[in-house]
């Protein structure tokens, strides 16, 4: 026995064994893979072997594999971990791994082989190349690291990368993460009574994916060896996962009778406020604190205190706050994660193309659109102010499909891949590559979209032509009616280098958040001095005439966000006030005669430490317009009607 009793390999068990049980793992192997890990026994090598003809690559058993056996299950190395934004930097800065990887995968120095003698030139040609081929072979696995899930991407050694696909495979892979000794390796076992020697060993590349949809996206990866039937890439009848309640999503409590606003305890009194009675504020925001100094209201150090309660946590109990604090506000509508969650987003802007009539059966008629035969079913489905997008949970087969449609159409195919629910550009990857995204879709929930390759770029005189994008802060006051503001300031972020549709891995060049990085610059232009400059750049494009065509699109998003009830849709309540950020950009039309603004994503409880600092009153105005019923003219808001 391996350890001084055993003791050791119950805490091993205690801390793997759901691991271990999730992964199908049968419980006879789960004492070797505790010694295997132990001794670091990688003995693969005596069952079988790797067999080439000079192009090929087969794994063949040289001695029978039983089931029963307890030694039968392996430890299969992995030989390089890395995050998917950081693979050229690898290849570039490990010595060995460009040329171990162009071993690996079949990729070849242009013109040659070798290694020592090649010039920089042939070395990055050959990184570009491995940057593409890698995600054919590199699979991925989730950790939580502090409060975030952070993805794993792994390339298995040789034997386990040249390991075929079956669709009747004799053995099973699957990543295992060691607690203690925080690292990773590949599990491999028999699912097979018994492997003759002289057996092709083969896997089954979808994991197991049963899903008919998913089994055909993740297989089309390998579309050049493998012959894929694209009527597979449809989504059934209806979500098998429904969006609206999975990944903790909660059924929100509303008030049964609650009075209209106008007779509403908690209406009355924020505007029977005066700065002799003023609104008590409590915010878990220092900065929001230090930056309400108008005599309307009073920031207080409890909630149970207060008449306007400002909270970064997500609330749920409206039914339990109308009983029991019928006069507070709360910063946050029922159910607004239908627009603060990518995916909820997207379905929000499909639903703004459905006619109103249609609207209850929005979710069933988009699901038919998605499996349509049309050439431009993808297009169709999209208002003209939000990109093509696909929820990649259960959305998948269907960007697969419309990916080859448009690669089979010399279309460009570059796409931006975000998770559902994080800001800050955090977790988000732009590529042109269909494994990699494919990949990534496992990970954890995400969604991808078209990314924008004719944007209207900004000159910088220290720089060149960038990428940018706008942020507009948006005031809920109602939803039924609906009553939004606009706040007349707006933001703007650049990119640090001029753009391309190229070098995806380049951070400065395709993203525009730098405020969070402690290397980038952190390019600042106030709005007035943009438009400006813009208007010089573009004079035929008045700002005054995109910021209307913004006002649209906003107008629409949150008239298509709040049509339905709850979970579909947002619900009013006269105990909510909300401020939002909307980001965006600007594309050009096909024939570059016009700038057409594009919803990337709307925040809930923005960062706004910039706006106080530069704007000290943004925060007296915004809760002026929400609580308020000021005379929005003497403050610098402007109504969305």
């Avoid at 793992?25 to 090598?45: A, C, F, Q, W």
């Avoid at 609206?244 to 009194?269: C, F, I, N, V």
């Avoid at 069933?364 to 489905?381: F, Q, T």
């Avoid at 494919?438 to 969604?447: E, I």
Wanted: aromatic share 10%.
């Amino acid at each position: 026995m391996i350890g001084k009793d055993a003791h050791e390999y119950q805490d091993f068990l205690t801390l793997h064994k759901a691991q271990l049980a999730h992964a199908g793992i049968p419980e006879h192997y789960y004492r070797t893979v505790y010694e295997k890990i132990e001794l670091e026994k990688y003995d693969s090598g005596d069952y079988m072997m790797m067999l080439t003809d000079g192009v090929n690559w087969e794994v063949q058993s040289t001695t029978t594999i039983e089931s029963g056996d307890a030694n039968t299950i392996f430890l299969v190395d992995h030989c390089w971990t890395f995050h998917a934004e950081q693979v050229k930097k690898a290849l570039r800065g490990i010595p060995g791994l460009a040329q171990r990887m162009s071993s690996l995968t079949g990729v070849g120095y242009p013109d040659g082989d070798g290694y020592e003698s090649e010039e920089e030139t042939g070395l990055e040609e050959l990184i570009e190349k491995l940057t593409e081929k890698i995600w054919d072979l590199a699979e991925t696995y989730t950790i939580q690291k502090d409060d975030e899930k952070v993805t794993v991407c792994y390339m298995m050694d040789e034997l386990g990368s040249r390991i075929s696909h079956s669709e009747t495979p004799n053995m099973k892979m699957a990543p295992f993460f060691h607690i203690t000794k925080q690292f990773a390796v590949t599990l491999m076992w028999p699912i097979e009574d018994e492997i003759p020697p002289e057996t092709s060993i083969t896997r089954d590349i979808t994991l197991g994916e049963t899903d008919g949809g998913k089994r055909a996206a993740r297989l089309a990866i390998f579309r050049d060896n493998i012959e894929i039937d694209t009527g597979d890439l449809r989504m059934g009848e209806v979500e098998k996962l429904n969006p609206y309640t999975m990944y903790g999503r909660k059924d929100q409590t509303l008030p049964d009778d609650a009075p209209d606003d106008a007779e509403h305890p908690a209406s009355l009194r924020v505007m029977s406020a005066t700065p002799a009675d003023p609104i008590k504020v409590f915010t878990d925001l220092k900065f929001m604190a230090e930056a309400l100094t108008d005599p309307l209201f009073k920031v207080v150090n409890s909630d149970k205190d207060a008449d306007f309660i400002s909270s970064s946590d997500i609330f749920d109990k409206f039914k339990e706050f109308y009983e029991e604090h019928p006069t507070k506000i709360i910063n946050q509508f029922p159910n607004e994660n239908v627009v603060c969650c990518k995916d909820l987003l997207l379905k929000v802007a499909r639903r703004s193309m459905i006619p109103d009539e249609d609207r209850e059966r929005s979710d069933e008629l988009i699901i038919e659109r998605l499996n349509s035969e049309s050439k431009s079913w993808a297009e169709d489905m999209h208002p003209w102010w939000f990109p093509i997008g696909f929820d990649l949970v259960n959305e998948l087969p269907v960007f697969v499909r419309n990916y080859l449609e448009r690669e089979a159409a010399g279309l460009d195919n570059s796409w931006i891949i975000k998770p559902w629910n994080l800001s800050r550009g955090r977790g988000t990857y732009v590529t042109s590559n269909l494994a990699m995204i494919v990949k990534l879709a496992y990970t954890s929930p995400k969604v991808v979209q078209k990314y924008i390759e004719d944007p209207v770029l900004f000159y910088r005189g220290d720089v060149g032509r960038v990428k940018f994008d706008v942020r507009y802060v948006i005031l809920l006051k109602s939803v039924k009616p609906l009553k939004i503001f606009k706040y007349n300031v707006f933001w703007l972020r650049f990119a640090n280098k001029p753009f391309a549709l190229d070098e995806f891995d380049e951070y400065e060049k395709h993203f525009t958040v730098m405020n969070y990085s402690e290397t980038a610059e952190l390019k600042q232009i106030g709005d007035l001095e943009f438009m400006e400059m813009f208007e010089q750049q573009y004079p035929d494009h008045p700002w005054e005439g995109i910021d209307r065509r913004i006002c649209e699109m906003i107008k629409e998003c949150f008239t298509s966000a709040s049509c339905l009830p709850p979970p579909r849709g947002m619900a009013h309540s006269a105990q909510s006030r909300a401020i939002y950020a909307l980001d965006m950009m600007l594309k050009w039309n096909e024939d570059k005669t016009e700038m057409v603004p594009q919803l990337l994503e709307c925040n809930f409880n923005p960062d706004n430490q910039r706006a106080c600092k530069y704007h000290p009153n943004f925060y007296n105005h915004c809760l002026k317009a929400l609580l308020s019923d000021v005379d929005i003219s003497e403050i610098p808001v402007t109504e969305i009607s």
